[in-house]
T-cell receptor
Framework: DVKVTQSSRYLVKRTGEKVFLECVQDMDHENMFWYRQDPGLGLRLIYFSYDVKMKEKGDIPEGYSVSREKKERFSLILESASTNQTSMYLC??????????????FGAGSRLTVL | AQTVTQSQPEMSVQEAETVTLSCTYDTSESDYYLFWYKQPPSRQMILVIRQEAYKQQNATENRFSVNFQKAAKSFSLKISDSQLGDAAMYFCAYRSPNTGNQFYFGTGTSLTVIP
């Protein structure tokens, strides 16, 4: 089975701190995604990447950046954390094909609290 | 961006009974994929079932089946013989083959299973 591992399950940071959320997948997936999950809002796409060093903005990229230096690793960066970035962050990966096998596999999530 | 709507924020079902979760979506595309994902409390999001838009036959996975109505842009999930382990947040998702294989999610339905 594909595994998507998020390095931190729970984080508490202070306003203005730089925050790194790391995600690693072990099945050579082309695409990787970062979502933010908030109650009543579902999952909103922050950024995704379809190849090493490639990135595309999702629906809510403001205040975030990403890095994909290696195929298996996709990092989400909050340059200066703010309280409105308190949320659950989900990393996911998928095959690069267009067929029905292209499904999302999720990590366990990282719950970030910004004080 | 495609819109996915789940109009039932919360649902409940008696154990062993059947429940149907609703999902509608808005798209002008003719070829796409639809998914139901399950997120148990404090656990990882997992794929429940998928449907290709070009297939008329409704997908089935054990106790889980869908009612796919392409013209109505409706994709409901039926859970038969509900079990306590079915209690979770359920998300409907749409994948477009034309926008970088992005996935679009609904806001989720929280399902409670009553013993």
């Amino acid at each position: 089975d594909v595994k998507v591992t998020q390095s931190s399950r729970y984080l508490v940071k202070r306003t203005g701190e730089k925050v790194f959320l790391e995600c690693v997948q072990d099945m050579d997936h082309e695409n990787m995604f970062w979502y933010r999950q908030d109650p009543g809002l579902g999952l909103r796409l922050i950024y995704f990447s379809y190849d090493v060093k490639m990135k595309e903005k999702g629906d809510i990229p403001e205040g975030y950046s990403v890095s994909r230096e290696k195929k298996e690793r996709f990092s989400l960066i909050l340059e200066s954390a703010s309280t409105n970035q308190t949320s659950m962050y989900l990393c996911a990966s998928s095959l690069g094909t267009g067929g029905s096998a292209n499904v999302l596999t999720f990590g366990a999530g990282s719950r970030l609290t910004v004080l | 961006a495609q819109t996915v709507t789940q109009s039932q924020p919360e649902m409940s079902v008696q154990e062993a009974e059947t429940v149907t979760l609703s999902c509608t979506y808005d798209t002008s595309e003719s070829d796409y994929y639809l998914f139901w994902y399950k997120q148990p409390p404090s656990r990882q999001m997992i794929l429940v079932i998928r449907q290709e838009a070009y297939k008329q036959q409704n997908a089935t996975e054990n106790r889980f089946s869908v009612n796919f109505q392409k013209a109505a842009k409706s994709f409901s999930l039926k859970i038969s013989d509900s079990q306590l382990g079915d209690a979770a947040m359920y998300f409907c998702a749409y994948r477009s083959p034309n926008t970088g294989n992005q996935f679009y999610f609904g806001t989720g339905t929280s399902l409670t299973v009553i013993p």
